[in-house]
Each structure stands twice: as structure tokens, then as C-alpha cells.
């Protein structure tokens, strides 16, 4: 039972996150909110809402390998899978945007960041704030940027309809309670599951759930993909990983100090960083082909077999 909840409160989780992304961006073309600012906001941001709920209702649950290892393995999943398979399927990928010179900094500063607050074992409250503090000159870059470059995927049919702010309101509110009721009972079946297959709670943390709510990034990039703007699943990657550092492991440091054993979880950790790299080679020598794809499918490999060796 407690794996047919598990995967209904996840397909809850995503569907709502859908619902709060889809509802955003008819407001924010209501009020003629540029493209640049909804892609890079709405989109990156809304993907990693099913990241945040799980990771913030772990922590106030007192489930602190939870919460993190939610952060780690979606991280880890965003660059490896999700862009391996970008990289894999999209037939040329040639992005005007110089992204090494103008975004690799976001790849790796939030990663240093993580482990200089982790050394203590501890993500304290004020860490967390700091960690949203980073949102905000996030945010400050993206508005400074060029518009053009950044432009969003938006979709299309959105700009056709009316805009109701009874229906956009009710479906953002529908949206909210599928993610946060949806991301509670991710938490409790999966720490059932993890109980009566007696793993920990991190190894649940970081591939049950964090897979699960790598999801909407997934789609994103192959529906981006599929229009012929896979360089766009790039700049959704590294806006949702900033927004996974930040927004969900500030959040849920917020809610209640985490515990990290960096010695315990070396290895992920190690995965995580190394990840982080390949991304940086792959932006710096543009490997957006199918040698950058199994670059990063050969290190979620390793990344899986260690997991359960």
C-alpha cells in the first residue's frame, strides 16, 4: 500500500507543481510580464517546486537525510539524466548565449557555498537565509541580463486565452494543495518504504524522491527538445539547480536546522561535485552532443551502482 501511495502523492506533487507554473505564467502575461522574465523565473523556479514541498515537509518532520539527500540527488539527476538525455536525443545544439562565460559561476559558487556550511555537519537557520539571500543575486542577474537570450519557453496557447482571475486563482490553489499534501505523503511512504526494505532515509531522499521530482525539469527539456530549442534545457538546469541550493535547502534549513555527515555520504557528495564539473567542461568546450551526453550518463551510472552495490 505504502508504494501506490507513494507514487499517487508523487504524480500529486508534479501535477500541482504544473497547475502553480501554468497559472503564474497567465498572470504574468496578463500584466505583460516579459517572456524573459517568466522563463527564467516561472520556469526554471516552478520545477523545483516538488523539490522544495518534499524537502521543507521533511524537515519539519525532523527528517534532515531526507531533506538533503533530496536536494543532492535531484542536483545529480537535473545535470546527469536530464541533460544526458538532452544531450543524447537533440540533433545540433548551437546557443547564441556564451553560457560558460555568463553562467558557469551559477553551476559551481552555490556547490562551494553547500560545502563550506556543510564542514560542521550543520545547515544552520542563518545559513538557510543566506542560501535565499543567493536567490535574490540571482534574481538580480537574470533581470540584468539580456532579455533576448534568456527569452522563456512559454506555451503558446496561453496567449490565446482570456485571462480569469477567479479560474487562475482557484487552479493555483488546487496547485498549492496537490504539492504540499502530495509532498506529506511522499515523506511518510517513503520512510515507510525505506523501513520495510531497511534502507535509510537518505537513499530513499536521494533517488525515490529526488528522481521523482526531477520530473518536471525532464519534461521541460524534452518538450524543449521536441520545438528544436534544446539549448534551452541548459539554462532551466542550472536556474533549477541555484533554486534547489537555495530556495529548497535555505527553505528547509529555515524550517529546521540540517544535519549533514559528509563523511557518511562522501560518495554522493563526491557525485554531486563531479557532476558539477562535467557540467562546467561541457559548457566550456560545448560538448552539447552526444560525446557530452554519455559523459554525464557514464557518471549517473556510477552514481546508481555505488548507491546499491
Not at 89 to 118: G, Y
Not at 153 to 159: A, G, N, V
Amino acid at each position: 500500500m505504502d508504494y501506490v501511495i507513494f507514487i499517487a502523492a508523487m504524480a500529486a506533487l508534479i501535477y500541482g507543481a504544473d497547475f502553480i507554473i501554468k497559472e503564474s505564467e497567465r498572470i504574468a502575461l496578463h500584466f505583460n510580464i516579459s517572456h524573459f522574465v517568466i522563463g527564467a523565473t516561472l520556469v526554471a523556479f516552478g520545477t523545483s517546486l516538488p523539490e522544495m514541498a518534499a524537502s521543507m515537509v521533511a524537515s519539519a518532520h525532523g527528517k534532515s537525510d531526507m531533506a538533503v539527500a533530496n536536494v543532492v540527488g535531484s542536483i545529480v539527476f537535473n545535470i546527469t539524466l536530464v541533460l544526458g538525455i538532452v544531450f543524447m536525443i537533440a540533433k545540433s545544439m548551437n546557443p547564441d548565449r556564451d553560457l560558460f562565460s555568463k553562467d558557469s559561476a551559477w553551476v559551481i559558487v552555490p556547490l562551494v557555498i553547500f560545502f563550506i556550511m556543510a564542514f560542521d555537519g550543520k545547515i544552520s537557520r542563518i545559513d538557510g537565509a543566506l542560501f535565499l539571500l543567493m536567490m535574490v543575486s540571482y534574481l538580480i542577474f537574470l533581470f540584468s541580463s539580456n532579455k533576448e537570450e534568456l527569452e522563456g519557453e512559454i506555451d503558446e496557447d496561453l496567449e490565446k486565452e482570456r485571462f480569469n482571475w477567479g479560474k487562475s486563482i482557484a487552479l493555483l490553489g488546487i496547485g498549492f494543495i496537490l504539492t504540499i499534501g502530495g509532498a506529506n505523503f511522499v515523506v511518510e511512504s517513503g520512510t515507510s518504504i525505506a523501513r520495510s526494505l531497511h534502507v535509510s532515509e537518505w537513499i530513499i531522499g536521494l533517488f525515490l524522491i529526488s528522481l521523482g521530482t526531477s520530473l518536471p525539469e525532464l519534461v521541460v527539456s524534452l518538450v524543449a527538445v521536441k520545438k528544436g530549442n534544446a539549448e534551452m534545457g541548459i539554462g532551466n538546469i542550472i536556474g533549477s539547480n541555484v533554486a534547489n541550493f537555495s530556495m529548497v535547502l535555505g527553505g528547509a534549513a529555515l524550517i529546521n536546522p540540517l544535519t549533514v555527515n559528509l563523511e557518511a555520504t562522501k560518495f554522493d557528495m563526491l557525485i554531486l561535485a563531479a557532476a558539477s564539473i562535467a557540467l562546467l567542461f561541457i559548457l566550456a568546450n560545448k560538448l552539447y552532443n552526444k560525446a557530452g551526453g554519455i559523459f554525464l550518463l557514464t557518471i549517473l551510472t556510477l552514481f546508481i551502482q555505488n548507491a546499491f552495490a
